[in-house]
């Protein structure tokens, strides 16, 4: 359809530099104006004409009239003014060449090279050590990952970084706890769970015994100054939250290129504070040292606190320069919640004030709040729901329906996992990423919604198809014989295009969403059209190349989101 678009365009482009005093738009000018009708019965593009009436000084209803005259395009059947615009149909002689084109770039459908090979780094999940991994996390870690694939797919070279908070008061908090009422053996076999637990611990003694903060601090403060014993528990906390992450990564098969957390720039950061003060951006204030911002209507950004130490800011701020040396990126990304808007404004702010040109290249890419209801999860800690007890629920609730649905399913389990997991992403991921969200269980895992199992469903079913049909059918002919035939390769063929606004607006629901609408239109062919029973061999083989364009389509859908590709449920 892209092809078409030009060729379009390109017709356009002749026919309008033949009306006089045309001040000559150019061919991806024309482009931009290409709409697509709200209803498919006027037509598949549309060129409104509003916007040349200035210039043409004519009403657009008469430009249109003018432009349809003789306008002939390839693959074009009809050309039709309506009022100010001009709508084209495609012909449907022309969609079979759209499904071969699908099948013959397989996993490289949809994909592009504006990225050039161009440093992408995207820092994103970035869990705090020892705090509990939870499903306030869902959202930078799967927002984060599919930004990835999608900046990957349009041929940049990305970096994804786990900026880990592994640094901060909270580890004399642990330090204490661990020394008085933990064992090495119990944290070894308990892991992240009971890092946790003594945490909580620490809290609840602390209320009642202030003492226990100053010991914290104390604590922190040597491991800041080095202190051998404080430093190897502070690397064996991580070491135990760092396993723990992974497991729930490998589920989600995510992997990260970088875990350098927060620590990692505590000696980069002196450098920093220098810098600003040579550049005069530091002042005083009561005590602390911070960048006045009021000129920009922001709070001043808090660079070290009245004891000299630096803060997540000041962490931050090291750490872009830090990137910016190592990578040269064009762009550098970071996922978090809406709730840090405002700390990434100003840090943003202070590099630009710092002279850093490559300030405009930081991208803060915030999502809204994930409430839980309708399902009852335990939660060990209060009142966070941990992201790895939220997946193990949707996995067992999958594994109990699918023992209903198809009781010989070799590997159930592991497809269950698969199922559940992508259930949880498909549902949170659906959503626009700045809405703040009520998440229902139940209605991620209904397999008869617009869920993740539906659309696996869909992907299964396409599969099956294609390995019935044996023999693949060749590439090249074919002929459209039914209207949900081409409903669908119209859909089909808006893959690229939708790759390109989720890039744009950095919005992986515009992908979750075209799955569905892949989906529906493959089912309602499958359910009116019969494919491996046809009424005849080049019906059938057009039906089952057609089945081929959409696994196709759907994998690399799925890959761009964090669903898993299931071939048989
Ligand atoms: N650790 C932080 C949190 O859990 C998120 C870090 C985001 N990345 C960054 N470079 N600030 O809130």
Not at 402 to 419: F, G, S, T
């Amino acid at each position: 359809m892209q092809k078409l678009k030009k060729e379009i365009c390109e017709n356009l482009k002749r026919k309008l530099d033949g009306l006089n005093d045309m001040h000559g738009l150019t061919v991806s000018e024309i482009e931009e104006f290409i709409e697509t009708p709200p209803d498919p019965a006027m037509g598949d593009f549309a060129f409104p004409c509003f916007r040349l009436s200035r210039v043409l000084r004519k009403a657009p209803a008469q430009i249109a009239k003018e432009l349809e005259e003789g306008l002939s395009v390839r693959g074009i059947s009809k050309v039709e003014s309506s009022g100010p615009y001009l709508n084209f149909f495609v012909d449907s002689s022309y969609l079979p060449e759209i499904v071969d084109s699908i099948v013959s770039l397989g996993e490289k459908y949809g994909s592009a090279d504006i990225g050039h090979g161009g440093n992408v780094v995207l820092d994103y999940s970035s869990p705090n050590v020892a705090k509990p991994f939870h499903i306030g996390h869902l959202g930078t870690t799967v927002i984060g990952h599919s930004l990835k694939k999608i900046h990957s797919f349009v041929g940049y070279n990305c970096i994804g970084i786990n900026h880990l908070g592994d640094w901060g008061t909270q580890f004399g908090k642990l330090i204490v706890a661990c020394r008085l009422w933990g064992s090495e053996k119990e944290i070894e076999e308990g892991g992240i769970d009971k890092l946790v637990e003594l945490y909580v611990r620490f809290h609840k003694e602390a209320e009642s015994d202030p003492s226990l903060e100053d010991a914290a601090r104390a604590e922190f403060a040597k491991l800041e100054q080095g202190d051998p014993d404080n430093t190897a528990m502070w690397r064996w906390f991580i070491k135990i939250s760092i396993e723990e992450y992974k497991k729930t990564y490998r589920m989600l098969g995510i992997e990260f290129d970088s875990y350098n957390g927060e620590s990692f720039y505590t000696d980069k950061m002196p450098a920093v504070v220098d810098e600003l003060r040579e550049k005069g951006l530091l002042k005083k204030d009561d005590g602390a040292s911070i960048v006045d911002l009021s000129e920009y209507s922001l709070p001043p950004c808090l660079i070290l606190k009245k004891d000299g130490s630096s803060l997540y800011p000041t962490r931050d701020i090291a750490a872009a320069l830090y990137r910016n040396r190592t990578y040269a990126f064009e762009k550098c990304i970071y996922v978090t919640s809406a709730q840090q808007i405002l700390h990434f404004q100003q840090w943003f702010k202070v590099v630009e004030l710092m002279g850093y040109d490559f300030a405009k290249k930081l991208v803060h890419v915030p999502y809204g709040t994930v409430s839980i209801n309708g399902t009852k999860l335990a939660t060990r800690t209060g009142n966070v729901v941990l992201l790895r007890d939220l997946f193990s629920l949707a996995v067992e609730k999958v594994k109990s329906i699918m023992e209903a649905k198809n009781p010989d399913l070799p590997d159930r389990d592991e497809v269950a996992e698969k199922i559940g997991v992508s259930a949880i992403v498909f549902h949170y991921l659906m959503n626009t990423r700045s809405h703040d969200i009520n998440f229902v269980l139940d209605d991620a895992l209904d397999f008869d919604g617009n869920s993740g199992p539906y659309a696996q469903y869909t992907y299964a079913r396409a599969c099956s198809i294609i390995e019935k049909a044996g023999e693949s059918a060749p590439v090249g002919g074919g002929t459209v014989t039914s209207p949900l035939e081409s409903d669908l390769i119209k859909v089909l063929a808006e893959f690229p295009e939708k790759v390109l606004v989720a890039l744009r607006e950095y919005e992986p629901s515009v992908i979750v969403r075209y799955i569905l609408d892949v989906c529906y239109s493959f089912n309602r062919m499958y359910h009116e059209c019969r494919i491996l029973n046809a009424e005849n061999s080049d019906v059938r083989d057009f039906r089952v190349k057609l089945t081929r364009a959409v696994r196709t389509v759907l994998g690399n859908a799925f890959d761009l989101v964090c669903i898993s590709k299931t071939e048989k449920i």
